[in-house]
């Protein structure tokens, strides 16, 4: 099992920036994938932004060159930098790994941009 823990979440003004973090822990061994994706009420999740062995990134449309994700493999945490941010980003924002072929989740941090 590998566990994922976000923190980073909050509220913040239009215009503003946040930077979520996600430490994964247990068998950690033979992780090749880690994101973000996101969820916003009355919509179905979405990715965000995922991140291949520290090389291959790929960014959802509505992130890209506002968002930056980023991989520290020593200590087995993915961040997600969000400039510029928008009230439609507006969500819960799951961490997400894949070992293989199994996917894992985190619970989930609040992204509230309002002013």
């Known amino acids: 099992q590998v566990q994922l823990v976000e923190s980073g979440g909050g509220l913040v003004q239009p215009g503003g920036s946040l930077r979520l973090s996600c430490a994964a822990s247990?068998?950690?061994?033979?992780?090749?994938?880690m994101g973000w994706f996101r969820q916003a009420p009355g919509k179905q999740r979405e990715l965000v932004a995922t991140?291949?062995?520290?090389?291959?990134?790929n960014y959802a449309d509505s992130v890209k060159g506002r968002f930056t994700i980023s991989r520290d493999n020593t200590k087995n945490t993915v961040f997600l930098q969000m400039n510029s941010l928008k009230p439609e980003d507006t969500a819960v924002y799951y961490c997400?790994?894949?070992?293989?072929?199994?996917?894992?989740w985190g619970t989930g941090t609040l992204v509230t941009v309002s002013s």
């Open positions: 997400y790994a894949r070992r293989d072929i199994t996917p894992y």
């Open positions: 247990g068998s950690i061994f033979s992780i090749n994938t």
């Open positions: 991140i291949s062995s520290g090389v291959n990134i």
